[in-house]
Each structure stands twice: as structure tokens, then as C-alpha cells.
Nanobody, 125 residues
Framework: QMQLVESGGGLVQPGGSLRLSCAAS????????IGWFRQAPGKEREGISC????????NYADSVKGRFTISRDNTKTTVYLQMNNLKPEDTGVYYC??????????????????WGQGTQVTVSS
């Protein structure tokens, strides 16, 4: 059974950092691209970062470029999202999702088949 579990969320002050983890089980991670999405209260879910199965391609939303870094360790079946210089507008529930894609990376949520349950990130002073 394919499963994705996010962790690492929490409360952080503006300017702080968090590292989110997405642990995968039940499938061969390197065949799948992984995306990170977030949903703020009252807003639609948005794609913020993604990485291909091979790790060779990444993509970021303009709102997080230069602040967030996605990486993956296929030996540990985990994908990470390092978030630096966090802003209050980064607050939301963060989800990771998986799609078949060794060499492609997309932020289109409809392309993703498997989703985790989410982890809350709150940026506030």
C-alpha cells in the first residue's frame, strides 16, 4: 500500500527555518516525482515545489524561489523541503504528493495521484 507521511511542521517566527520531510512507503520512490503543495486558510491549494524521480529536475513557485530547496534521498525513501526566511504568508498545511515521473517535475496538482495527510506550518511572531 502506497503511503506518504509528512513531518517537520510547526510554529516558527518570521525569518526562521523549518525542514519538512515526506516519507514514502509501499512503492519505489525513484520512479516517482514528488511535489509539495500548501493550502492556506480560505485559499486554494498551490504547488510550491517539485522534484523528478531521478532528482535531476526541480521546479519552484515564484513565491518561494530562493528561500525553499527541495531534495530527495531515494535510499531513505524521503523527500525534503528546506524552508528558510519564512514569512507569515507561508502559513498553511503542507502536503506532499507523488506522481509517476522519473525525468519530469510539475506543479500541477491534478497530475499527482497519491497524497499525504499534511503537516501544519505556522509562521507568526
Amino acid at each position: 500500500q502506497m503511503q506518504l507521511v509528512e513531518s517537520g511542521g510547526g510554529l516558527v517566527q518570521p525569518g526562521g527555518s523549518l525542514r519538512l520531510s515526506c516519507a514514502a512507503s509501499g512503492f519505489t520512490l525513484n520512479y516517482y516525482g514528488i511535489g509539495w503543495f500548501r493550502q492556506a486558510p480560505g485559499k486554494e491549494r498551490e504547488g510550491i515545489s517539485c522534484i523528478s524521480g531521478s532528482g535531476g529536475k526541480t521546479n519552484y513557485a515564484d513565491s518561494v524561489k530562493g528561500r525553499f530547496t527541495i531534495s530527495r534521498d531515494n535510499t531513505k525513501t524521503t523527500v525534503y523541503l528546506q524552508m528558510n526566511n519564512l514569512k507569515p504568508e507561508d502559513t498553511g498545511v503542507y502536503y506532499c504528493a507523488a506522481r509517476m515521473g522519473v525525468n519530469s517535475a510539475t506543479l500541477t496538482s491534478s497530475e499527482y495521484r497519491f497524497w499525504g495527510q499534511g503537516t501544519q506550518v505556522t509562521v507568526s511572531s
